[in-house]
């Protein structure tokens, strides 16, 4: 079946440092790929996706690549702030939602901590 | 944005009561939510897939009668634990499809239930 496997936490960094959280999926078909991020207290809530191999999803400064030779979505911000402390979640979707087989999966998350 | 409620953010209740989580898009219809189940520091387990007007559909190994999942309009799915036991104890999250605009696949998420069954 399909899965999503992330790298464990937590990530400490200091204000301003490259982060790289990385994310690797296994998955039958043509998945699409998203990463949400869960800021403390709140819901989670979509950072990122891309929908075919090759697609870049960015947002506030992170950006992933869909690859799908190494089936890797990895995330990366250039330089991150303490506003970035949250939990990063890498998720995959296949189906579509009018047959039914609509379903996310999740990886177990990454917790950033980002140290001014 | 688009949101999506979630109430009680949290409830303690007594083993063998019945708790009911409720879920609501606030301004878009959700034909289908889903609802998920998360352990500390493990990811979120979907548990059911509900749509709107019809039976829910559960995900291997989740009982039917212990959460009973309602969908009965486009704004409001909701989930009841029967007779909670302390094991029943997690973080439970709706989600909905959407809003429309978002992209395939996209879920809007409620901020979550945390249930203490003592």
């Known amino acids: 079946g399909n899965s999503v496997t992330q790298m464990e936490g937590p990530v400490t960094l200091s204000e301003e440092a490259f982060l790289t959280i990385n994310c690797t999926y296994t998955a039958t078909g043509y998945p699409s790929l998203f990463w949400y991020v869960q800021y403390p207290g709140e819901g989670l809530q979509l950072l990122l996706k891309?929908?075919?191999?090759?697609d870049k999803g960015s947002n506030k400064g992170f950006e992933a690549t869909y690859r799908k030779e190494t089936t890797s979505f990895h995330l990366e911000k250039g330089s991150v702030q303490v506003s970035d402390s949250a939990v990063y979640f890498c998720a995959l979707s296949d189906g579509a939602l009018n047959t039914g087989g609509f379903k996310t999966i999740f990886g177990a998350g990454t917790r950033l901590f980002v140290k001014a | 944005g688009a949101v999506v409620s979630q109430h009680p953010s949290w409830v303690i209740c007594k083993s063998g009561t019945s708790v009911k989580i409720e879920c609501r898009s606030l301004d878009f219809q959700a034909t289908t939510m889903f609802w998920y189940r998360q352990f500390p520091k493990q990811s979120l387990m979907l548990m059911a897939t509900?749509?709107?007007?019809?039976?829910?559909?559960?995900e291997q190994g989740v009982e039917k009668d212990k959460f009973l999942i309602n969908h009965a309009s486009l704004t409001l799915s909701t989930l009841t634990v029967t007779s909670a036991h302390p094991e029943d104890s997690s973080f439970y999250i709706c989600s909905s499809k959407g809003p429309p605009g978002a992209g395939a696949n996209v879920l809007t998420f409620g901020a979550g239930s945390r249930l203490t069954v003592l």
């Open positions: 509900s749509n709107e007007g019809s039976k829910a559909t559960y």
């Open positions: 891309a929908t075919k191999a090759d």
